[in-house]
């Protein structure tokens, strides 16, 4: 399980970087569009008088449009990762199971096994304990590896 970890570390390292320039821009893009707005309003008599309201209608759009195209590209680089990582994390639970399933019949000799999921630990005892857990996270392993090897025997 911690073989992929160094890439999911590297991938979520490059899109903070990413994000936090996508971030910047949008936010340089935000203090433009209130600057438009800050030199028209107080002087919106003069705008008025030298006809000019359609020139900074425009001015004022034009920064506007810029601003929300850089909130889409944030949008867009943050839901295109996000499945990226859950299929990275899936894969690494994948691989889990893969590589501990092989290994179930070695636990036999083991005192004392310890069963987490997410982090809690959820059973414990000897292999011959668990195994009489009806639903138990255990006995559904071990029952996985029987089927498997049932399969590959065929």
């Known amino acids: 399980m911690t073989v992929p970890l160094p890439i999911l570390l590297v991938l979520i390292y490059r899109n903070g970087r990413v994000m936090h320039a996508f971030f910047l821009r949008a936010w340089r893009k935000w203090s433009n569009l209130?600057?438009?707005l800050s030199d028209v309003v107080p002087g919106i008599r003069v705008v008025q008088a030298f006809d000019q309201a359609e020139h900074e209608k425009r001015r004022f759009g034009e920064r506007n449009d810029d601003f929300t195209d850089e909130c889409f590209r944030i949008?867009?680089?943050?839901?295109g990762f996000w499945p990226i990582l859950m299929v990275l994390v899936?894969?690494?639970t994948i691989l889990t199971w893969v590589f501990a399933l092989p290994r179930l019949s070695?636990?036999?000799r083991a005192t004392r096994?310890?069963?987490l999921?997410?982090?809690r630990l959820i059973e414990q005892g000897t292999h011959a304990q668990l195994l009489e857990i009806p639903n138990g996270v255990y006995r559904?392993?071990?029952?996985?590896?029987?089927?498997?090897?049932?399969?590959?025997?065929?």
């Open 75 to 79: 949008h867009d680089e943050w839901t």
């Open 90 to 92: 899936h894969s690494m």
């Open 34 to 36: 209130t600057d438009a």
């Open 113 to 115: 096994l310890l069963v």
């Open 106 to 108: 070695t636990l036999k």
């Open 117 to 119: 999921k997410e982090g």
């Open 140 to 154: 559904r392993l071990h029952d996985m590896q029987i089927q498997l090897n049932e399969v590959h025997a065929i």
